[in-house]
């Protein structure tokens, strides 16, 4: 990429954490990566450790996991719009 100022050459990273503009990592931002990366993980591990104690059979596991996901979204949805108002 051409250089208009010339500037000392930054690395990916420090470009993207000390950006200037809308595009800046916000505590916002590291949550919803954070909610992004340990919800279908921790959704999976309760939905069989609810199988493993017997509160519902094989049938009910995929609509557990299911409920749960869809229940998150609705969730974090809702606190979206609430906070961005």
Do not use: C, N, Q
Not at 32 to 44: E, Q
């Amino acid at each position: 990429m051409s250089k208009d100022v010339p500037t000392r050459e930054r690395s990916i990273r420090e470009r993207g954490t000390f950006a200037k503009h809308g595009d800046d990592p916000t505590l916002a931002s590291y949550l919803s990566s954070l909610f992004f990366l340990l919800s279908v993980p921790s959704f999976l591990l309760l939905t069989y450790a609810g199988y493993w104690y017997d509160l519902y059979g094989h049938g009910m596991i995929v609509p557990v996991f299911a409920g749960l996901l869809v229940g998150s979204i609705a969730i974090v949805f809702g606190l979206m719009h609430v906070l961005t108002r």
